[in-house]
């Protein structure tokens, strides 16, 4: 009963099969082999598995493979070019926004869509935009610091004119792709 | 050259989290991978009358069902490791899967592995159980009283110890008291909640006899021991991984049945099998924490002496023992009944109650967070009895800081301390005449605000081993480390803790830097495969750092030494004459002669040229057993608003002051402190596993159990002092859990701090809504001053709602 599906994963279209009743974030795990999407809960309250979907944080638990089919998703493997880093994951790293790091790549992956509508968020703003995503670990402070400054890397970015939440390759939608910084730069 | 210890550098564990490179144990992926799933008791305690799985065996890509009834004689029971002494512990047996009874709602029954996840799941769905229903009750209280259901034949009363710690004559104390304070405290049931869940991966090599285990653990060894126990191989036959580990706070310490089920069925069936539980398996079955119903009472002079503290205490044990059960409510919990005060007499009784509820073990703080929870309430009460400042209350009764070593009328003696400071430093981050002076004005406007304090310390760094053997823990507190010197120069450092967040790859990567003069990129830490060290026994109780952080120090150090030799030797001069700067050796007095640490690690994994006497290669392993317990402490102060009309609480600040020794890297300390204050907080507001009177649990999803989300959090103020403590190489403490050994009371301070003027003298956490417009409400008709919450609160769909989401 399975049936086939094309789904476009990180900007390259991927046939797999699944059956109807599977999740996203199964396929992505299960037969993409993108295991950064985790799985916390079973009623869609963690946030841990959010992807972007057309350049939307949504929550990969609750859709059906079948239902994304040709819309673009990117997962926290291709939030960046490979060896590169988002705004956001540096700034995560930059100000120690992660201890386990489970619930990490669903948080920046929420960050990264609600910096795109409010690029000057306030603390309360980014605390109630990330209502959704939990973590258990870093009582959030420092993720909040980490969403302020990456917001701050990212809006002198785009007046620079370096492209941060501007399409990068042929996608039209609002795209996550960063100006990239080279990874392991410091400590 | 600058020393790394006391820096904030970046995570070196990070770069893989933040782009989803890591590997967690449900990330991992064997050729001919088979898919395990349990099926659970949906009763709290019920005779299982017949079990039907042979539609399940039949079923699509089903391999094969395994019931209570096939595997009994095959593998030993899930053991207890904490033999808590001279208590009449009993321990009944834990059945990996049950076989006559099922004694909590998520108990298992059968197993099913498959092809694929949802073809085990499918099969699950096709088995039959017939349940004789019997009474169920999570309540430890209750679980002693007469005609109580009985859970186990052989433990009557369902009394499954009775431990008492006593010091001084505190009955005697009490006898003659000029003041009295008494209240009802219960502390509920809450679930750790790790954001990863537990899941395992077991694979079998049947040419060598050799099982591999990858399993979310927070101390490897230690679950290689008890698997090897529950699968009856011998230890050296079973290699533990634990990879990437997504959160613990204790809830991966403990042996499971899902672990050694998994390695049966990879043994039995001679393919790979992997299970991973889901969040209601999680809530319903991984150990929950807290439990206690407690009477406690604390006597004193009218002018603020203490003189005695008296508790009763019904700790519930859940259904079984869990590994470390048994020590958390009378070890980790008693023994620290005086907290940071000179209290001279105790005496504390504690009855640990089988109950129908998943099992209770190690949650964050351990029974020290109860400990200082019951301390600090009673504290307040006394000071507002007498009528005394609350924090001139804490200081009259203070340890001097001259008086250290301090040894309690419990026996433990406390490494170092001034508490005074770490008040005197909060007191600077809060204006509290103002605060009380706004207080009395938005009084007026019929605003409640309110400000709670404590004054904690907590036992951790767990050692030494001595102790730990005395006191029935079925294990040793030491740790160990290897620091491995490759011929290019890098290092590597294997160790015995297995850090799940607490950034360990990074702190210990710079105590081992500032050996070398080396940059931390050059060294790389590793931790949670049992084939890498001989011995380590896991990261909790706050005891990575004071325990095996020592351990990396000292293998490091015995490392340099032989490097020092041998660059002795090199440069033809005596090692006396070398001196050690910027990252080299050179020889007194001629500064051009001089070799780097990387020159020395060449030449001695060459071994062209060794001194006589010296062998090559450089390594160094330590175990480190430290001769005492480290004793942080500190002072937190909140203040709160609390709506009379809702009883909505929100809180304004947090100020919390923590002494945990000298810091290795401020940031990832910091971090530590947050996570713990909100985890506190969170019980404090909003967590309990509630369970109706069957043993149904209610909150056994996300949807009903409320952990904290960022906005319901404010700005956390953070401060530190340093006390180094005298018992290991580091000076450290430790701080895993210093947040939410004081969290909790601090809040439930404020907010009864805020409503004092009802006569309200406690509310029972967590302060719901419900729970503190249900004290107002009672205090407004009856005049009635303890406001317990739970009996009425906890009603069924109420109590659902009473979680807020
Ligand atoms: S796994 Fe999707 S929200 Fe929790
Ligand atoms: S970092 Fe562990 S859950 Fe967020």
């Known amino acids: 009963m399975k049936r086939s599906v094309i789904l476009n994963v990180n900007r390259i279209a991927r046939t797999v099969e699944v059956e109807p009743r599977s999740l996203l974030v199964h396929v992505l795990r299960d037969d993409l082999n993108l295991t950064g999407t985790h799985i916390g809960c079973d009623t869609s309250q963690c946030g841990a598995c959010t992807v972007l979907i057309d350049g939307q944080a949504v929550k990969s638990c609750t859709q059906l493979a079948v239902q994304v089919e040709g819309m673009d998703i990117t997962t926290i493997e291709g939030l960046a070019p490979s060896g590169a880093l988002h705004p956001m994951q540096n700034a995560f790293w930059e100000k120690h926004g992660l201890q386990c790091g489970f619930c990490t790549p669903g948080m920046i992956m929420t960050a990264v869509d609600f910096l795109g509508s409010n690029p000057d968020p306030t603390d309360d703003e980014i605390r109630h935009a990330i209502e959704g995503n939990y973590c258990r670990c870093t009582g959030y402070q420092n993720i909040v610091l980490a969403i302020r400054t990456a917001a701050e890397v990212m809006r002198a970015q785009s007046a620079a004119g370096q492209p941060t939440s501007e399409p990068a390759g042929e996608s039209t939608q609002r795209s996550p792709l960063p100006a990239a910084e080279p990874a392991g730069a410091g400590v | ?805």
């Not at chain 2, 109950?355 to 109860?370: N, S």
């Not at chain 2, 509290?432 to 605003?447: H, L, Y």
């Not at chain 2, 006390?723 to 909790?744: D, Q």
């Not at chain 2, 503190?772 to 109590?799: E, F, L, M």
Request: glycine residues 10%.
């Open chain 2, 1 to 805: 050259m600058t020393t790394l210890f006391g820096s904030g550098i970046k995570r070196r564990e990070d770069p893989r989290l933040i782009t989803g490179t890591a590997t967690y144990t449900d990330d991992i992926k064997l050729p001919g991978l088979t898919y395990a799933a349990i099926l659970r008791s949906p009763y709290a305690h019920a005779r299982i009358t017949r079990v039907d799985v042979s539609a399940a065996r039949a079923a699509p890509g089903v391999i094969a069902v395994y019931t209570g009834a096939d595997i009994k004689d095959k593998v030993a029971p899930v053991p207890c490791a904490w033999n808590v002494p001279n208590c009449d512990l009993k321990i009944p047996a834990h059945p990996l899967l049950a076989h006559d009874k099922v004694r909590y709602v998520g108990d298992g029954v059968a197993l099913v592995i498959a092809e694929t996840r949802a073809q085990a799941r499918d099969a699950i769905d096709l088995m039959d159980v017939d349940y004789d229903v019997l009474e169920g009750n999570v309540d430890p209280e209750k679980m002693t009283r007469a005609g109580a259901p009985q859970l186990h034949d052989d433990v009557p009363n369902n009394l499954a110890f009775t431990w008492v710690v006593a010091g001084g004559d505190a009955n005697k104390a009490f006898d003659g008291a000029e003041v009295t304070v008494k209240e009802r405290i219960v502390q509920q049931r809450v679930i750790p909640t790790a954001m990863e869940c537990r899941a395992a991966v077991a694979s079998y090599n049947k040419a060598m006899g050799q099982l591999t285990l990858w399993v979310t653990s927070q101390n490897p060894h230690i679950h290689r021991f008890l698997c090897s126990v529950m699968l009856q191989i011998p230890e050296h036959k079973i290699r533990v991984i634990s990879p990437e580990v997504g959160g613990g706070f204790g809830s991966k310490i403990p042996a499971y049945p899902d672990e050694a089920l998994v390695s049966f069925a990879a043994m039995d069936l001679g393919r790979p099998v992997k299970w991973a539980e889901d969040r209601s398996e999680n809530f319903k079955t991984t150990i929950h924490g807290r439990d206690h119903i407690e009477y406690v009472e604390l006597c004193g002079t009218k002018d603020g002496q203490i003189t005695g503290l008296r508790t009763t205490v019904y700790a519930g044990m859940g259904a079984y023992a869990s590994t470390a059960g048994p020590g958390i409510p009378t070890i980790l919990h008693g023994l620290i009944y005086p907290g940071p005060y000179t209290i001279p007499n105790v005496l504390g009784t504690i009855r640990g109650v089988y109950t129908a509820g998943a099992p209770i073990d190690a949650y964050r703080g351990a029974g020290r967070p109860e400990a200082s929870y019951l301390l600090e309430r009673l504290m307040d009460v006394y000071a507002r009895k007498i009528g005394m400042d609350p924090f001139e209350l804490r200081r009259k009764n203070f340890i001097a800081k001259d008086k250290f070593p301090y040894t309690t009328c419990t026996g433990l003696t406390y490494d170092s301390g001034d508490y005074n400071i770490a008040m005197d430093k909060a007191l600077t981050m809060i204006d509290v005449p103002a605060f009380r002076q706004e207080q009395a004005e938005a009084k007026k406007q019929g605003r409640r605000l309110g400000l709670g304090m404590v004054s904690y310390i907590e036992i951790c760094g767990l050692g030494p081993s001595q102790v730990a053997g005395a006191v029935g823990f079925g294990g040793g507190l030491y740790d160990s480390a290897i620091v491995r010197v490759y011929p290019t120069g890098v290092v590597r450092v294997y160790i015995g803790a297995k850090p799940h967040g607490q950034g360990e790859e990074t702190t210990f990567a710079q105590i081992v830097a500032d050996e070398f003069g080396y940059p931390v990129e050059n060294i790389e830490v590793l931790s949670g495969d049992t084939d890498n060290t001989a011995q380590g026994w896991g990261t909790y109780g706050s005891r990575s750092t004071a325990v095996c952080g020592s351990a990396v120090k000292i293998a490091a150090q015995r490392v340099k030494e032989k490097a020092k030799k041998i660059a002795a030797h090199l440069m033809e001069a005596n090692e006396a004459d070398l001196e050690w700067n910027d990252g080299k050796y050179s020889v007194r007095g001629s500064p051009d002669q001089a070799k780097t640490f990387a020159e020395v690690a060449l030449m001695a994994n060459l071994a062209w040229n060794m001194p006589a006497g010296v062998e090559p290669g450089l390594e160094a392993t330590a175990f480190f057993d430290p001769s005492n317990f480290v004793y942080p402490f500190g002072t937190h102060i909140c203040t709160v608003e609390v709506d009379e009309a809702t009883g909505l609480v929100t809180v304004l600040r947090y100020i919390a002051v923590d002494d945990c020794g000298p810091l290795i890297n401020p940031m990832i300390v910091e971090g530590q402190v947050h996570g713990g204050i909100v985890q506190g907080l969170g019980e404090a507001l909003w967590e309990i596993a509630v369970y109706d009177e069957s043993g149904q649990l209610l909150t056994g999803s996300m949807m009903d159990y409320a952990i904290p989300k960022a906005s319901q959090i404010p700005h956390l103020e953070t401060a530190h002092t340093h006390t180094p403590s005298p018992v290991n190489p580091l000076g450290i403490k430790g701080v895993g859990e210093a947040g939410t050994i004081s969290s909790a009371a601090c809040l439930v301070n404020a907010v009864v701090d805020a409503l004092s003027d009802y006569g309200i003298t406690h509310i029972d956490k967590p302060l719901t809504p419900s729970r503190v417009w249900a004290a107002i409400q009672s205090a407004r008709q009856h005049g009635n001053g303890s406001a317990n919450g739970n009996g009425a609160a906890i009603g069924t769909n109420g109590a659902v709602k009473e979680n807020g989401r």
